[in-house]
């Protein structure tokens, strides 16, 4: 199968809506065999996105091209990819087998492949047995495997998921994001996955593409887009990072020296010059100790949250408010009382202040 | 795996360009005289220059004008190979369509039966040795191939995503809908400036236009007719306003009140459905009349001597207020129930006793749904023409008017037309105030989420006079309906009361004759026609219609709005006016269609199309969308996403628009009037005829058998379709999303 994965391709695309612009300016490449994820907001493209990959939207400028074929002119049906919406879209009138083998008997597939691929559909997802039955007759998570599995036996050269987890249940979720993760790795697919959820992109993605207002904010591997996070937007929207004034002092080499609140760090510059610099603090990289003689930055804890696997705590400080993750529950510290505050050697980085 | 989008299946162009050969070289290029469906052309084929393709007029008849339809067909030729995606393809496609349609309705109206129609073309060609008739199957199959042609080459450069299909509906409707409602409709215009001997005549039309029998207010001072302007919109106005009221009682009687009989006050709102326009009207000469029951009742007792007093304005108010009741009530039970319970009950706690909460709270909420009735029975009783021409008399609405003029002893088309558009006129009126002032400011409050609240119970004053106006009425309604199914069983009403079934016998006996079963009865042939007729024409309304809703729900395109606008404006053109119309502009080339059945059929799609759009429209915004999408991206067609998604979610629409436009189709009389033919007469129009020659007995009989027949059909849809299953597969549908978002 995984022959037929293809890669997707976007050259500076727009869509515009009357006035309103949705896209604006897109450029990517998917790698074929990959899972990448748009990520970002309600409203900042991405389901547009999806769309036009789809061609359930067609684009206003820009081209966009599957493998090696351009596109941007073809109707949804004449595109190599099969979708998996938000609400699943089963068709409530067929059973799970016919749901299932629709996209093979409108193609005209004899029907006994049709069914014996169905099945085997089903059965990727585990789900075999369960053809004679209705969607409404199933469990959210089932249903959710369904369309993956009526999606899948298209054998589709990229497959696309439209927030796939959203009417799931927390617990659920973890599990399902596994399973298509895992389907996409043994069956060598091109996947393209649209969530507004950040740690679930993390979780699952090869790149993520952040979206934000009409534009890609940053194109990148989880890891880089969480500790080289482009802007105040990505920084912020990718794991809470506190976001605090500094001040880059001089250069050297690859490295800038800033001044974080009075005490003094060693940093990739990341293409900034001196001056005012905005800093990304990790909620896990802020560590809180007790008060000694020579602290360099000193806070108070105003409000102090146990969530079972960490404690969350918020720091009055001289550089703002500090949102802080802790995982030594073993030792919680109460409100109101005078802390130090140091930051661990990772999870601390400069960012460019665009917004 | 095979080709993406189902592959070997033949290009739509291609297909589109091989029908528009067959329509130039094969198929008669004029209407057949004796008939859409008749065969009889194949006797002489191709040769006959009545007969002959277009191939053979151009070559063998001298009609050299036809010759460049075969250049503008063979243009598409020259891309046609090419990939869908080529920017060429789709120019060359749009471009060849878009001119070969003008070109074939140009020459079409340009070339009539006297040869050229246009005065300036016969000075610059000098006068045409040729002529032509209406267009026929080939011209047709050749239009509509160069029709889309057009959208695909739309469609190949990008329109509405790209989808063919889509782009074809569109055209097809808007093609459509110019044809057979703006055209006629634009047709009246220009038939109103013209005098007698077809020439522009503008002072003519001013004349006519302000004319005293039109506007006079003669009534206020002296003691003349008002203008028949006045005549209508006063009419209007009282009907709007009675219908209404007790439109509003019935419906607070079903909603808010104990009361014991709500489900067969239910059974009230598929009455107008059933009833055919005048039947009220018969009924009410039945009891009213001169020789009526209760007149005759009021002269044995109290000594009043019989006048013709129902017979005017008075009696055509009560006629419209009994028949156009039930569609007030329909729509107010709507408005009522939209009324959210926790609203009033937040008055009620707010201190608000029952007359305030109803007073404050309650009306203001349903007065947009009250000004919609109104709006909806003013229209109704101004396009009505069945009750005026039974109990109308000396009084003369517009409706009546233009049948009139067009019919009567005046045969005046100049005066038809202009009464018809100051009809036009107060109906759009009314249907744009609906649109415009009403269309954003619907209050209902029904919403998904589950309201626990109850209503309060209603104010005691308001809940008596519902009492008082309903059940009286209803009772009434009772009675007319006895009397209309009683009056067919009588041998001379109010003369002689014996019971007979000569009536019924004279219209629908049967014979066993020498060659089997002879149906000797003279309504038979009417009937038989009226059945034939709006059993076609159901199928094509309720297709016609749920295509557009069809589009105007799932799709976006430039224009959509516009398209909404025109799709429903057929619902705002009376049916009078669009009998005229028809007359006006099918009755010569390039399309002849008056004295046929075909032209019976297309007026019925058109004026009740508006139906099956809003069915389909109620359904499918109920369907999520997605659903469309999935089967998309799932490689079907829209083609077949349609046939194995949308439709089979949609079939209880479908019955509906099904049922609904057979029903409206056989008690139609506005617009048939107009357009019958000795060969089609229309059971209605039959009926019509028998009471204006007071024979009421037949006319009786008749209506009687028409409603019980309209029954049954209403009755064998549900049961072939099963309700039991309609009400699982609304279940499944809403059990879907539900168990989705729960999850």
């Known amino acids: 199968m995984s022959a037929r994965a293809a890669s997707v391709r976007f050259e500076g695309v727009y869509k515009r809506y009357g006035p309103v612009t949705a896209v604006r300016d897109v450029s990517f490449t998917i790698e074929a065999g990959t899972l990448v994820t748009l990520l970002g907001p309600s409203g900042c493209g991405k389901t547009t996105t999806l769309r036009l990959i789809a061609g359930l939207e067609m684009a206003s400028e820009g081209r966009i091209f599957i493998g090696d074929e351009e596109v941007t002119a073809l109707p949804v049906t004449a595109r190599d990819v099969s979708m998996v919406f938000q609400s699943y879209a089963l068709f409530p009138h067929m059973t799970v087998l016919e749901n299932v083998r629709y996209g093979l008997a409108v193609s005209r597939v004899p029907k006994a492949e049709s069914l014996a691929r169905a099945e085997r559909g089903l059965e990727m997802v585990g789900l075999a047995g369960y053809g004679k039955r209705l969607p409404s007759e199933l469990s959210g998570g089932q249903q959710q495997r369904v369309a993956v599995a009526r999606a899948l036996v298209l054998e589709p050269a990229v497959l696309l998921f439209d927030e796939p987890l959203s009417n799931l249940d927390a617990k659920l979720r973890r599990q399902v994001r596994e399973d298509i993760r895992e389907l996409q790795h043994s069956l060598g697919l091109t996947a393209v996955y649209v969530t507004h959820d950040q740690q679930e992109a993390l979780a699952v993605s090869d790149r993520i593409i952040v979206m934000n207002q009409a534009v890609i904010a940053q194109d990148g591997s989880p890891r880089e887009l969480y500790e080289q996070p482009a802007d105040r937007f990505v920084a912020d929207f990718i794991g809470d990072a506190n976001l605090v004034e500094g001040r880059i002092e001089r250069l050297d080499g690859e490295t800038a020296v800033v001044d974080i609140g009075g005490t003094r760090r060693s940093l990739p510059h990341r293409g900034l010059e001196p001056g005012p610099t905005l800093v990304a603090l990790r909620p896990e990289s802020v560590r809180l100790r007790p008060v000694s003689g020579d602290d360099g930055l000193r806070g108070r804890v105003v409000k102090a949250t146990y969530l079972g696997s960490h404690l969350e705590y918020t720091v009055e400080s001289p550089l703002g408010d500090l949102f802080v993750v802790d995982p030594r529950v073993e030792a919680p510290i109460a409100r109101g009382t005078d802390v130090a505050i140091e930051l661990a050697a990772h999870g601390v980085t400069l960012v460019r202040d665009t917004a | 795996m095979r080709a993406p989008g189902g592959g070997g299946r033949v290009p739509a162009a291609v297909l589109w360009n091989a029908v528009g ?340 709270v309650s009306l203001p909420l349903m007065r947009p749904g009250i000004a919609n009735a109104f709006l909806l029975g003013f229209v109704e009783s101004l396009a009505d023409f069945g009750n005026p021409l039974v109990l109308g008399g000396e009084f003369d609405v517009l409706s009546t008017a233009v049948f009139f003029a067009i019919v009567g002893a005046q045969h005046d088309q100049g005066r038809a037309a202009v009464l018809a558009i100051v009809l036009l006129v107060f109906t759009l009126a009314a249907f744009l105030a609906q649109h415009l ?190 659903l469309d999408e999935a089967s998309l991206t799932l490689r079907a067609g829209t083609l077949t996403t349609i046939r194995r998604v949308v439709l089979p979610l949609l079939r209880p629409a479908i019955v509906a628009s099904l049922v609904f436009s057979f029903v409206r189709a056989m008690t139609a009389i506005s617009a048939v009037v107009f357009l019958v033919s000795a060969d089609y007469d229309m059971a209605t129009s039959y009926i019509i005829g028998r009471v204006e020659n007071g024979d009421y007995g037949l006319a009786n009989a008749y209506c009687a058998v028409l409603i019980v027949v309209m029954v049954a059909a209403i009755g064998l849809v549900q049961l072939l379709v099963g309700q039991r299953e309609l009400g699982r597969r609304q279940g499944r549908t809403e059990a879907g999303p539900a168990m989705a978002g729960g999850a």
């Not at chain 2, 007790?246 to 009687?253: D, E, N, R, S, T």
Request: charged residues 10%; hydrophobic residues 55%.
């Open chain 2, 21 to 360: 050969w067959a329509g130039f070289l094969v198929l008669p290029w004029y209407g057949i005289g004796d008939g859409f469906w008749s065969f009889a052309w194949l006797d002489g084929y191709p040769a006959d220059p009545d007969h002959a393709p277009a191939v053979w007029q151009v070559l063998g008849h001298g009609r050299a004008w036809l010759a460049p339809i075969a250049f503008l067909l063979a243009v598409p030729l020259t891309v046609i190979g090419r990939p869908r995606g080529d920017a060429r393809r789709g120019t060359v496609l749009l471009a060849s369509g878009l001119v070969g349609l003008a070109y074939l309705v140009a020459q079409g109206f340009a070339i009539g039966i006297g040869g050229f129609e246009l005065a300036w073309l016969e000075q610059l060609l000098g006068p045409l040795g040729q002529r032509q008739y209406g267009m026929g199957y080939g011209a047709l199959l050749t239009a509509a191939a160069f029709l889309f042609l057009f959208t695909e080459g739309l469609a190949a450069r990008g329109a509405v995503k790209g989808d063919g299909f889509v782009v074809g509906g569109i055209g097809l409707v808007v093609a459509l809908v110019v044809t057979f409602i703006v055209f006629p409709v634009s047709r009246i215009l220009a038939s109103a400036f013209q005098n007698d001997d077809y020439e522009y005549a503008p002072a003519q039309f001013v004349a006519r236009i302000t004319s005293h029998d039109i506007w006079g207010l003669g009534c206020l001072s002296e003691n003349v007719a008002c203008g028949i302007a006045w005549n209508s919109l006063g009419l209007g106005v009282m009907t709007g306003a009675s219908t209404t009221a007790l439109g509003l009682a019935f419906a607070l009687l079903a909603t808010r009140t104990a009361f014991p009989a709500k489900r067969l006050l239910r059974t009230m709102t598929v009455l107008p459905l059933i009833t055919p326009p005048f039947v009220i009207g018969l009924a009410l000469i039945l009891l009213f009349g001169v020789s009526g029951s209760f007149t005759q009742f009021l002269e044995w007792a109290f000594d009043i001597p019989p006048t013709r007093y129902v017979y005017g304005p008075f009696g055509v108010w009560l006629a419209q207020t009994l028949a156009f009741t039930p569609i007030a009530f329909l729509v107010l039970i709507g408005v009522v129930e939209g009324v959210s319970p926790s609203m009033e009950e937040a008055a009620q706690t707010l201190r608000a006793g029952r007359w305030k909460t109803f007073t404050t």
């Open chain 2, 437 to 626: 002032w009403l269309g954003n400011r619907s209050y209902a409050t029904v919403t998904g989420k589950g309201d626990a609240g109850l209503p309060p119970p209603l104010p005691r004053g308001v809940s008596l006079a519902a009492h008082w106006t309903a059940i009286p009425w209803a009772v009434f309604t009772g009675i007319i309906y006895v009397m209309v199914l009683f009056g067919g069983f009588v041998e001379v009403w109010g003369l002689d009361h014996t019971m007979t079934v000569r009536h019924y016998v004279e219209a629908f006996a049967v014979r066993l004759g020498d060659g089997g079963l002879e149906w000797s009865g003279v309504a038979w042939p009417s009937f038989f026609t009226t059945l034939t007729i709006s059993a076609v024409a159901a199928p094509l309304t309720a297709a016609v219609g749920l295509l557009t809703a069809w589009l105007l729900v799932r799709q976006r395109f430039a224009g959509r709005r516009a398209f909404e606008f025109g799709t429903m404006l057929s619902f705002a053109v009376p049916g009078t006016v669009i009998g005229v119309s028809y007359i006006l502009a099918f009755n010569v080339p390039p399309l002849e269609l008056t004295g046929t059945g075909v032209i019976l059929v297309i007026s019925f799609v058109f004026r009740n199309m508006p139906v099956g759009v809003r069915a389909g429209v109620a359904a499918m915004t109920q369907l999520d969308r997605s």
